[in-house]
DNA sequence: TCAGACATGTTGCATTACGACATATGCCGA
DNA sequence: TCGGCATATGTCGTAATGCAACATGTCTGA
């Protein structure tokens, strides 16, 4: 991924992550996974982005995680969306979509 | 300006800039006053932000700037897209189209 | 058995954005 | 004429994110 990718990828992050932590309980890795298969590709989160912010996530009370360890399966740790993360995720939504628009119409991007 | 745009508008101000003087030569205070009025008020850019950002796409060959000072005016930079910027621009309209809509299509944001 | 996907984690670096501060001019109204 | 506001450029230090590289261990299929 190249260095702009980088800079474009911040503060989107945590709006996908508790996106997809919408559609049901979730673990580090499965998000990473599913983040890349919804986007086709075009947005990669590796372990050094992830975890760190799944942590600052739980920190701040939007995501609860526990740990599962069922016998014959890797100890994981799932996620799921607090109702603050589910409010926290409307407003970002909203942010971002106005944000979106905006860079959309200055740089003339087209079909925002 | 929250926090969060302050992460959201990482990467994107470079487009921004060079979409901007795609419109014909500019000094950076007008940059950031038109990129305000383009958007609405919805993106801002301070002198601490501006500034910095057109000496490194001045660096980078991106943006050629010069000084004008007539009399009865105040001294400016006025700075105009290059060959290497307009190329370059052309690349991160194509690179954020990408990512704009792999961000709207993750975090389903609707209108992508 | 060995490679590769799965799964989580840490350290340290590069980069960006900006609040606060600094400086100076032009202009308008009280 | 004096004060305040918009114009115009600039710097310093800080906060925050994203990631390469490294580290550890498990499960599965060839």
């Known amino acids: ?32 996974r599913r983040i890349g298969e919804r986007s086709e590709g075009a947005l990669r989160y590796g372990a050094a982005s992830l975890y760190p912010l799944l942590y600052r996530l739980e920190r701040r009370g939007l995501i ?26 409307t407003r970002l939504r909203s942010d971002w979509r106005r944000f979106l628009d905006a860079v959309a119409r200055v740089a003339e991007l087209g079909r925002a």
């Not at 508790?18 to 990473?32: F, S, V, W």
């Not at 599962?68 to 993360?85: D, H, I, S, W």
């Open 1 to 32: 991924m190249r260095h702009d990718d980088r800079e474009r990828k911040k503060g989107a992050s945590e709006m996908l992550v508790l996106a997809l932590l919408e559609g049901g309980d979730r673990h580090g890795y499965e998000i990473a």
């Open 64 to 89: 609860d995680g526990r740990w599962v360890e069922k016998a014959g399966q890797r100890r994981r740790r799932f996620y799921r969306l607090t109702p603050a993360g589910r409010r926290e995720l």
